[in-house]
């Protein structure tokens, strides 16, 4: 019975504990959290926000890499995607046409049904669930994005000192622009911001701009034209060295 019940423990602990918070405008939206692989009295967390038309999973594998290292992570399905599809107990999901031709046009037309700029305050009432748990040091977060993600995630450094910021081929809300410059020019937050050469929806020239208007922004620009998360395999290894640099 004790192997069985040790088993039992030791499985609960591979798997992902599921939360679910309710935003001011009736979205209920769900995150996964994870704790490190080897126990922390109070650990680092890195909260991760995904791409347009994607969910929660085109990060797993990147977080379970910073769960071995011996950082928490939650990566959440934002509003309108995955399993955050639900508002006041309504379906209301984003449109997924992302082929190249279609995708601006999606954008917009899920922009009107979910609201995307109130992402940064649906990531803040994350951080704030995050903050009740003794063992997570919220006062050690750090920010990362893709695309729709990567551009939601700036406007949280108005609100909060994080320890470092990575957006890959961030976008750029309208809506949102005033927040994300001021965060740009007054956090001291170290950020960095990757995109392809030739993306697709122009998040290279944006990264470049970001980092020049950042305080301490870095930009890398690397060959290609993927978008999002699939560039992950090529710049890890820049990541990875970028966060080692940071106290």
């Known amino acids: 019975m004790k192997h069985i019940l040790l088993s ?7 798997f992902s504990q599921e939360l679910s918070i309710t935003s001011e405008d ?3 939206l769900y995150g996964w959290l994870d704790k490190p692989t080897k126990a922390t009295s109070s650990a680092p967390i890195i909260l991760f926000a995904h791409q347009f038309g994607a969910d929660h999973t085109i990060w797993n594998e990147l977080a379970k890499k910073f769960n071995d290292k011996g950082y928490a992570t939650l990566n959440v399905d934002l509003r309108g995607h995955g399993k955050s599809n639900m508002q006041n107990g309504k379906e209301n999901a ?4 992302l082929r190249l031709d279609h995708i601006r046009e999606a954008l917009v037309q899920s922009d009107a049904k979910v609201a995307f700029e109130n992402i940064p305050a649906d990531l803040m009432a994350w951080i704030e669930l995050l903050s009740e748990d003794d063992s997570i ?3 050690k977060l750090y920010l990362f994005g893709s ?8 406007p949280l450094l108005n609100e909060y000192e994080a320890k470092a910021l990575v957006s890959i081929s ?3 809300l309208k809506a949102l622009g005033e927040d994300t410059d001021m965060a740009l020019s007054m956090s001291l937050t170290k950020q960095l911001y990757i995109a392809a050469k030739n993306d697709p929806l122009g998040a290279s020239q944006r990264s470049i701009e970001n980092a ?3 305080i301490a922004g870095t930009a890398i620009i690397i060959s290609g034209d993927g978008h999002g998360t699939v560039l992950l395999p090529q710049t890890e290894d820049y990541i990875f060295a970028f966060m080692s640099n940071i106290k």
């Open 170 to 172: 961030g976008g750029r």
């Open 26 to 28: 009736g979205f209920k």
């Open 147 to 154: 695309s729709l993600g990567g551009g939601s995630i700036i």
């Open 94 to 97: 984003v449109i997924t046409d």
């Open 212 to 214: 020049k208007k950042a």
């Open 8 to 14: 039992l423990l030791f499985t609960s602990f591979l």
């Open 137 to 139: 040091d919220t006062d």
